[in-house]
């Protein structure tokens, strides 16, 4: 019999809990197409994988989950598409904010927010500040999002700080030029889950992956869940992180 997410769960070694899991959430519209529903529909429906994924990491203990939400390729899509991804986001903002206030958790934004309509900057202003107290774990939501635009901004942050005297470019290391990125004060993804299918990062967290550990799955964002969670960071238990070392012995 196959084990129940409970079981698996149960196996999960609670002091090796991946600090920080990043995820981009793809499959939806096929998802959609495949029962003949709107491809809007395979958002709405993941919407409830991202709350049962809040709900999985805070019994598990992870304390930063980055969800890739919209990039900045996104706007490519069809109007109608995006109008209804942002009227999206601003409903699962509204609807979740107290939740996360009560939880203890934290929202912060990756991407360059004035990219987005005013309603949805609006909405994303309010619940980044309804939430700012949060101190037991980071809900990141990456928004108008792609990995090159974010270490450019981080670059030419760090030219301008550069010719205004406020930083001596021979001092510029991997750790200052992180705290310039959106990211900044948070630790790096330890594990990276991308569902639907593609074997690629799609721009996603470029600075940030560089010793992350990836696990693809064929799953549909909106059938991912608790248990394909639990699967992931067991696989991720299973990995030997050297970050470029040899282990003692070796
Ligand atoms: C990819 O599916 C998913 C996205 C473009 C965004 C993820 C969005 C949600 C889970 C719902 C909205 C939630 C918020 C918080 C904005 P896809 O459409 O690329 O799927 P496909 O590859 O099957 O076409």
Known sequence: MNPTADDLRSRINPSAVPRHVAVIMDGNGRWAQERGLDRLEGHRVGIGSIRRLVEACRELGVEVLTLYAFSTE??????????????????YLREETPRLAEHDVRLRVLGDLEGLPVSARREVRRAVQATAAGRRATLNLALNYGGRAEILRAAVTAVREAAAGR????????????????????????????????????????WQLAYTEFWFTPVYWPDFD????????????QRRRRFGALEPGD
């Open 74 to 91: 996104n706007w490519k899509r069809p109007r109608r598409e995006v109008r209804g991804l942002m009227r999206l986001l601003a409903e």
């Open 226 to 237: 608790r248990e394909h969670f639990f699967r992931a960071v067991l696989d991720y238990q």
């Open 167 to 206: 930083l001596d470019p021979a001092s510029l290391d991997e750790q200052t030029f992180a705290g310039l990125l959106d990211t900044a004060g948070l630790p790096d993804p330890d594990l990276l889950i991308r569902t639907g299918g593609e074997i690629r990062v799609s721009n996603f967290l470029l």
